[in-house]
């Protein structure tokens, strides 16, 4: 089963019938138990990092993903869900982030912002996510972004204005910064490649 955290961000249904295209049962909650119990953490999200960390915490977010992480269970973050995996944000001031990934997301540098529409993706050596993927493109909608490496992963990037941290996966975390829900088939790809490691 593979549990989609609802701490009210993200766009769930949709998260949830891209998640269900691999054959396996999804459940949206943020029930720990229910949580603890399954086999992957998708933690989707949508709007201003704060806002995000704020819901996140008041549901008990942020011990569920923590939980997860100590457990080796595989988890995925998507958009925002990628940024609050960081250790803080600068958006708004700022907030502190899970601290699952070392480093912080901050303000992409281009003429337009935000990010929307399709970009491709220059996949990490040894990647499982971007498997008969390289070089494909997916649908992104941000401002901020991780522009660092992060140690003793697979970083993924992309380019808009400039390089920034489109993919991560490390251990059993694996985060990306567009929506794979509204990719196509190269989404429904990429999902399909990440429940392989369930």
């Known amino acids: 089963m593979i549990a989609i955290l609802d701490y009210g961000s993200g ?3 949709s998260v949830q019938r ?3 295209l691999t054959g396996i049962k999804t459940v949206i909650t943020s029930d720990p ?3 603890a119990d399954s086999d992957g953490l998708v933690v989707p999200g949508v709007g201003a990092y704060g806002a995000c960390m704020k819901q996140l ?3 008990g977010g942020r011990e569920i993903i923590m939980n997860q992480v100590a457990a080796g269970k595989p988890i995925i973050g998507i958009c925002v869900g990628l940024q609050i995996l960081f250790e803080r944000g600068t958006e708004k001031g700022g907030a502190t982030g899970v601290g699952v990934l070392p480093g912080e997301v901050s303000e992409l540098k281009s003429q337009i912002l935000p990010h929307i529409g399709w970009n491709t993706v220059s996949s990490g050596k040894g990647t499982k996510l971007f498997e008969g993927l390289d070089g494909a493109s997916f649908y992104f909608v941000h401002s901020y972004a ?3 490496t992060v140690p003793d992963a697979v970083n993924s990037w992309t380019e808009y204005g400039e390089e920034f941290l489109s993919a991560v996966e490390r251990g059993s ?6 929506h794979p829900e509204k990719s196509g088939a190269n989404g429904a790809r990429l999902i399909s ?3 392989k490691t369930l």
């Open 18 to 20: 891209a998640f269900e």
């Open 33 to 35: 138990k229910l949580c």
């Open 193 to 195: 490649n990440w429940a």
């Open 11 to 13: 766009n769930l249904r």
């Open 146 to 148: 991780a522009k660092h």
């Open 173 to 178: 975390v694996s985060a990306v910064q567009f």
């Open 57 to 59: 915490v008041d549901v």
